[in-house]
């Protein structure tokens, strides 16, 4: 079984190839899974947040949608 570590880094790459610059991940008891991104593509520029994710996995995928 890969690693937690292991788990983020690939799960970074892939984010990363869809064209996301920055990338925070966090975890609290307040807010749950969460993480927060920026993506740009030629002058639309988003950052996005996502809150209380189902888990960890999911954080990724949330910030797609």
Request: proline letters at 5%; aromatic letters at 6%.
């Given at each position: 079984a890969m690693a937690p570590?292991?788990?983020?880094?690939e799960e970074l790459k892939q984010i990363l190839k869809k064209g996301f610059?920055?990338?925070?991940t966090g975890n609290t008891p307040a807010a749950g899974p969460c993480l927060c991104t920026s993506y740009q593509k030629d002058k639309l520029h988003i950052?996005?947040?996502v809150l209380d994710c189902k888990n960890m996995e999911n954080r990724w995928d949330d910030a797609v949608k």
């Amino acid at each position: 079984a890969m690693a937690p570590k292991n788990i983020y880094l690939e799960e970074l790459k892939q984010i990363l190839k869809k064209g996301f610059s920055g990338v925070k991940t966090g975890n609290t008891p307040a807010a749950g899974p969460c993480l927060c991104t920026s993506y740009q593509k030629d002058k639309l520029h988003i950052v996005t947040v996502v809150l209380d994710c189902k888990n960890m996995e999911n954080r990724w995928d949330d910030a797609v949608k």
